[in-house]
């Protein structure tokens, strides 16, 4: 999700005993405190499971009682890779369009993938040519996966899913319940998705500030104009269950501060205005949804749009807490390589220069030489990755090669700081960091004289191109951790990551295309679209204002960002100095704040909190039944909603839903609200 799903963990020493349960990887009913014997069958040797330790670094220990994986790439290995990463890839495609939001695949795919890599290998003989080329054979952890010293709680926790499930009879039972409970949850989802694209004024939203408007009570009409809405979304309660009690209820008392009392005082003091949507019908029903913030023909402003001047603490307050954070986090290392910044330069060219002879003294990665990256496959990489982007983004958007080179390197700047971001804490700021290059090439195009038409587009796409860089910088490497806990082979991985984005490319481009002739108000942004796309306003806001003339931002505005920015820096300073690890759980994430103030579904930090809330009792009431089912439910939850969202952009494009079919009982003003 844009920044508040990657919040699941506490880093390092914050997570105490009860927290390790209520982590995301449902683990702790299969690893004690210590190694313990587990007896899947009487005349069985007894096998030992590592205890769930978050903050593991070093590779696991080899299981000598595991056959010897030989093969490690195989051809179902990406088969099966490539289509789960389609069924995600189709659900945050949704899911992004449809709230900004996304969320990582590790753990789905590592228990589906199990399910089916498994049967394969039971159903194929593990000899003659079906085993050469890569279907038939043994099935292992390292080819289940197809480095840094940092954390990672995600990776690391899918690596402990991942060898949990290979630990012999006894994973292979705990996966069948696992995969199962999943495709339940998913099943189930999927189809209460389908069906509320017909009735979705009684099984998706329940506008209930408008239902007591209708009854007579005129004021509670405000809760609808500001948001105040209840929805059954499945695919946000699970997100709500993996993210946690922090991040969620710092996203719901972000909707609270922003659209409960910052955008009611706004208003009512004329600071910021709505827009009247049926005047003669319903008197009083105003949104203040609209990202109205462009100056009159004349060159005044009229008062912006609640949305509009939320906006900028919202963005303030995400910049601000990542940089604070990450340069907290880091001061250590940050420090040490100050200190020790004489040995830089033989290392560098090192890089390029092989000395055969030459034996680090820390050697810490155990992959042979030959098993990892080879340099000559990342540069060559860089250096064509660099020459189609400067050809693309010259035919494409007019940028010059200069223009696209700084990009680049600010995406290059962004990927170290979006890995140290992801790796210590499970944050990865890729909004934050595709501001901060807006920022910078909103000056740029100033200082060249550019029109604000074309520094706009050349604005969006320096944004685009280092958030790309942070995202796909910080999933390499999170897969890379997961490879290095369990012993993988690094260019096997690297191979594999390749093949799937390859596959992605085509798969993006024509989902979008599905979503877009379904709902083609998607490009037109005409209001009331259900695919509203809230981070794209955003980004369009921010390259509006960082080249246009002056900027456009009001004052008050401008006043209550700096004041909230400062605070979430000053808390983050205090948490890092003065506080144990232990009460870091009681300090606001104010990424997920600040998120609340850019995106106005106030339904979503709903049900999160929800989510959160119910995984919470869920915990403490049985803990051996979420630590085996609680994942796999949400995950279910959050894949077949966004498989059902799919599915209604098809049943659109096929002509057999919207208003033509669907019933519009309990939608505002009786229309059509799906």
């Known amino acids: 999700m844009s920044e508040i799903d990657t919040a699941k963990q506490p880093p390092r020493d914050e997570v105490d005993p009860e927290a390790k349960a209520a982590s995301h990887s449902p683990l702790s009913d299969h690893f004690d405190e210590k190694q313990r014997p587990i007896h899947d069958h009487e005349d069985e040797k007894p096998k030992f499971e590592e205890s769930y330790d978050p903050n593991v670094r070093d590779p696991f220990p080899i299981d000598e009682s595991m056959p010897e994986e030989t093969h490690q790439l195989t051809l179902r290995a990406l088969v ?4 789960l990463g389609c069924v995600v890839g189709a659900s945050n495609i949704y899911l992004g369009l449809k709230t900004g939001f996304t969320f990582g695949p590790q753990l789905f795919g590592a228990i589906f993938g199990f399910s089916a890599l498994k049967a394969i290998s039971k159903a194929v003989p593990g000899e003659g040519w079906l085993a050469k080329i890569g279907i038939g054979g043994y099935f292992g952890p390292k080819e289940n996966v197809t480095v840094q010293r940092l954390v990672f709680p995600t990776p690391t926790a899918t690596a402990f899913t991942i060898r949990s499930l290979h630990s012999g009879p006894h994973g292979e039972v705990i996966a069948k319940l696992k995969a199962k409970a999943l495709a339940i949850s998913l099943a189930v989802c999927f189809c209460w998705k389908t069906l509320n694209g017909y009735i979705p004024g009684i099984f998706l939203d329940w506008h209930i500030g408008w239902t007591l ?7 509670a009409i405000k809760l609808e104009n500001f948001g105040w809405i209840i929805e059954f979304t499945p695919a946000f309660f699970g997100a709500g269950m993996l ?45 203040y949804y609209s990202m109205s913030f462009r100056p009159l023909p004349d060159g005044s402003r009229p008062p912006s ?21 990450i340069g907290m986090s880091i001061r250590h290392v940050v420090w040490a390589n100050i200190k020790n910044s004489g040995n830089l ?19 810490i990665d155990p992959a042979p030489l030959e098993d990892r990256v080879k340099t000559w496959w990342w540069v060559s990489g860089a250096i064509l990755s660099i020459i189609v982007s400067c050809a693309l983004m010259s035919t494409q958007f007019s940028m010059g090669v200069g223009e696209t080179i700084l990009a680049l390197i600010l995406g290059y700047i962004f990927s170290f700081i979006g890995v140290q971001s992801a790796g210590d804490t499970d944050i990865n700021p890729v909004s934050s960091c595709a501001k901060a ?20 587009l050349i604005n969006l796409a320096a944004g685009a191109i280092a958030a790309g860089a942070a995202a796909q910088a910080t999933d390499m490497t999170g897969d890379l951790k997961t490879g290095h806990l369990l012993r993988a082979k690094p260019k096997n991985q690297f191979i594999a990551q390749l093949f799937g984005t390859t596959i992605a490319i085509f798969l993006s481009a024509g989902l979008f295309v599905l979503f877009s002739t379904a709902s083609p108000c998607i490009l037109t942004g005409d209001a009331g679209c259900a695919y509203s796309a809230p981070s794209i306003s955003a980004w369009a806001a921010v390259a509006y204002a960082v080249t246009a003339p002056s900027l456009p931002v009001p004052t008050s505005s401008g006043a209550t960002a700096l004041g909230l920015s400062i605070f979430a820096g000053l808390t983050v300073v205090a948490k890092h100095l003065w506080l144990p690890r232990k009460y870091w759980v009681w300090f606001p994430n104010w990424n997920a704040v600040g998120l609340a103030f850019v995106v106005p579904q106030l339904q979503y930090s709903i049900a999160m909190a929800f989510g959160s809330t119910f995984a919470w009792f869920w915990l403490r009431k ?53």
């Not at 993210?243 to 004329?270: D, R, Y």
């Open 437 to 456: 290059s807006q920022i910078v090439f909103g000056g740029v195009s100033k200082g060249q004289g550019m029109a604000q038409e074309p520094a706009q």
């Open 213 to 219: 408007y209708r009854l007579g009570w005129t004021e």
């Open 243 to 287: 993210s946690g009690l922090n991040a969620s209820w710092s996203f719901f008392g972000g909707s609270v501060l922003a659209w409960g009392i910052i955008a009611p005082s706004i208003v009512k003091t004329g600071q910021a205005v709505g827009v009247p949507i049926d005047e003669v019908n319903a008197p009083g029903y105003i949104s």
């Open 622 to 674: 049985s803990p051996k039944t979420y630590d085996m089912y609680g994942f796999a439910v949400s995950a279910g939850m959050l894949a077949g909603e966004g498989l059902g969202g799919v599915f209604q952009a098809l049943l659109n494009v096929a002509g057999v839903m919207g208003p033509k079919y669907g019933i519009a009982v309990g939608c505002p003003l009786n229309e059509f609200c799906g």
């Open 345 to 363: 330069w033989p290392a560098f060219k090192r890089l390029f220069i092989k000395d055969p002879n030459y034996i680090p003294e820390e050697d």
């Open 305 to 325: 749009s609640p949305r509009y001047w939320l906006l900028w603490p919202g963005v303030l307050m995400m910049l601000v807490f990542s940089f604070v954070e």
């Open 80 to 83: 099966v890779g490539a289509l």
